[in-house]
């Protein structure tokens, strides 16, 4: 079993930064791909970013290439996600997430076996 607890979401204005993160404990941290989805309202859940166990291979979606970089620190069981220039289409609950096994469907939700809770990430115009 894995614990996932996101922080570091907040109100930021068009154009600002946020760095998310995301503390894992429970099973071997380090094991996992780990995964950032998120969730408008009235929207299904989409990824955002992954990573995998070592680190050396990252994956984003179109949407925010460029703009947000994904990072782990296994020494401190934790995952980030630093996000920039952010825009309102940004505004979302973000989830973290793990995969125990592997799977070359990093984009897929239910590729993924535990999840966080949830923070609210909101950019104002």
Known sequence: QVQLVESGGGLVQTGGSLRLSCAASGRTFSNYAMGWFRQAPGKEREFVAAIRWSGRSTYYATS?????????????????????????????????????????LYYNTKEYDYWGQGTQVTVSS
């Not at 925010?64 to 609950?93: C, H, W």
Request: hydrophobic share 30%.
């Open 64 to 104: 925010v290439k460029g703009r947000f970089t994904i990072s782990r620190d296994n020494a401190k069981n934790t995952v980030y996600l630093q996000m920039n220039s952010l825009k309102p289409e940004d505004t979302a609950v973000y989830y973290c997430a793990a995969q125990s096994n592997y799977s070359a």
